[in-house]
């Protein structure tokens, strides 16, 4: 059985790292496939440990933006 998750992204200096929003699990890679990969397998150890009979999935649309405010210092 398979579980749908959202994931982002990010690259910090040299590195791909990918972020399961809804369990809290990281990993990273050099490039965004390895860091995929990485994820995947680290969601799903996660799961073989934990369980995920109470965990909801990713239903709905995810929509992700640049946000920029101005900071008063």
Same mark, same amino acid.
């Given at each position: 059985?398979? @579980?749908?998750?959202? #994931?982002?992204? %990010? ?12 369990? $809290?699990?990281?990993?990273?890679? @050099?490039?965004?496939? #390895?860091?995929? %990969? ?12 934990? $369980? ?22």
């Amino acid at each position: 059985m398979s @579980k749908r998750f959202t #994931a982002i992204i %990010t690259r910090e200096d040299k590195w791909y790292v990918a972020h399961c929003l809804k369990l $809290g699990v990281v990993s990273q890679g @050099k490039t965004i496939e #390895a860091a995929k %990969t990485n994820l995947k397998e680290a969601v799903q150890l996660y799961l073989e440990s934990f $369980g995920d009979e109470d965990l909801p999935e990713t239903t709905g649309e995810v929509i992700l933006y640049p946000l920029e405010v101005t900071a008063n210092t």
